[in-house]
């Protein structure tokens, strides 16, 4: 079974240069650019209106509004339940898949589910990669895992989008990556893996939010360590890619049909 893991930073130049490596800088956050949302985007391959997930004060309560005018919209997959993420898409598809949730951002804990085998939460990026780690290095690794880091936006919003302690903070996850590619590497499972790294949004000054270029444009990069890209670079897309278009590849690179709620687009036929 092929095993697939998200992660939340850049990834070296080195492997951008690489033919086994597919990417877009310029591809679109969902509108609003908050964190919430767009987490959810990724997670789901939906739209922000179909979630009903537009602000960072969403929870649960949102699942099963009171009246029609208090704020809150249940998503167009039925009230009661989170919207479908991959962790729920993939379990429907095959029980015996094995997930992991790992965050350092606590709200996504609102998206976590039984379809979650490995949930795991502390606000340290390095120990929530550690996290990861230990879960690749175990007898019984997880064949989808996801990892979100936060201390590239939190640097952000504490000094500015550029700043010499925001480039930093990118090269310390940069680094977190090639720990979590070097456990790949020692248990041999190197050759089914697809890596993805993307963000929830960009940023300007020490915010996010607007609707402009420097908030909704993040990369979106498609890496399999050994196996050649059929269409490798940053060409081909046929347009324009999104966070939405996430969760639906990422499926589909493990031969899951996309369900009937995700907007999003499958380029699996690029690996």
Known sequence: MKHHYT??????????????????????AEYPT????????????????????????????????????????????????????????????????????IYSWDWLGNLADENVDHEYFDRSDYHAAQDLIEQIKSP?????????LSEIDNIGHSTFWGSEEYYKSVKSKDRLVED?????????????TLIVITSDHGGYGRGHGLWMRASTQVPIIFASPTRKMKEP???????????????????????????????????????
């Open 140 to 148: 019984n690794p997880p064949h989808l895992a996801f990892i979100q």
């Open 180 to 192: 979590i590619h070097v456990a790949l590497r020692e248990k041999k499972l190197l050759r089914e």
């Open 7 to 28: 992660i939340r930073t850049i990834i070296t130049r080195k492997m951008l240069k690489s033919d086994k490596v597919c990417y877009e800088y310029l591809a679109r």
């Open 34 to 101: 908050y964190s919430a949302p767009n987490w959810a985007s990724i997670l789901t391959g939906m739209t922000t209106s179909d979630t009903g997930i537009l602000t960072n004060d969403w929870d649960h309560t949102h699942l099963n509004p009171v009246d029609l005018t208090d704020g809150k919209v249940p998503p167009v997959s039925g009230r009661g339940r989170i919207p479908p993420t991959i962790f729920n898409v993939s379990k429907k598809y095959n029980k015996n898949i094995k997930t992991a949730f």
């Open 233 to 271: 670079g940053n060409k081909g897309w046929s347009g324009w890619l999104s966070v939405r278009d996430v969760a639906p590849t990422v499926l589909g690179a493990m031969g899951i049909p996309v369900n009937k709620y995700q907007r999003g687009r499958d380029f699996s036929s690029r690996f």
